[in-house]
């Protein structure tokens, strides 16, 4: 099960950058790795009135790297931006290309399980398979029996008619299932 944490941070100043990158800081070995999720970028009160801030971003695609503005934000008209960005692989960096900020950034930091924790869920996961594949096995024993049953009735209703009644009459016929089918009515 993943961990997630509130994430921040604030470019302020020409040309400010920061680095989202906690694999580099010594962060320990996850299965499932980090995430980032961005979900908003606003201007800070003490921003230039009328000045526009870019934000830029520089992140990993299967590829290669890529930087591209993310949110252009400028004071007294649109002082913040709705986002849903996500970084599946560190490291990303973020860059005030134009204006002073300050620029907060807000968002999301998911963290996977250790890897020992994926060993245990594997091992209950193969529990939880063989328990159902008990429980579907003891399904079917159950309509076995079900079906024996139901033969061991007709069969005992047949002999109960051979004792009492004529013997020209014609023998239940039964489908797969054990059951008698049923006849069209012919209209006339």
């Known amino acids: ?3 997630e944490y509130f994430y921040a941070l604030t470019l302020k100043g020409a040309k400010a950058s920061e680095v989202w990158d906690p ?3 010594g962060a320990e070995d996850y299965q499932g790795g980090h995430k980032l999720i961005i979900k908003q ?9 009328g000045e526009t801030n870019v934000i830029q971003v520089e992140a990993m695609t299967w590829k290669e790297s890529i930087k591209i503005p993310v949110a252009v934000l400028k004071s007294g008209t649109s002082g913040q931006v709705l986002l849903d960005l996500s970084f599946p692989d560190p490291p990303v960096t973020f860059s005030l290309t134009q204006g002073s900020g300050p ?3 807000i968002g999301h930091h998911l963290i996977g399980s ?3 924790e994926f060993d ?3 091992e209950m996961e193969e529990e939880m398979l063989d328990d159902e594949e008990g429980e579907e096995g003891a399904e079917a024993n159950d309509v076995k029996r ?5 033969n061991i009735e007709e069969n005992e209703e047949e002999d109960d008619e051979d004792e009492d009644g004529p013997k020209n009459k014609k023998p239940k016929t039964t489908n797969a299932k054990g059951k008698t089918p049923v006849k069209n009515a012919k209209k006339k």
């Open 23 to 25: 694999e580099a800081k």
């Open 103 to 105: 620029v907060h950034i």
């Open 1 to 3: 099960m993943a961990d």
């Open 120 to 122: 245990e869920m594997d």
């Open 146 to 150: 079900k079906r024996k049953l139901s």
């Open 41 to 49: 970028a606003l201007l800070g009160p003490d921003a230039v009135d």
């Open 114 to 116: 250790p890897i020992e």
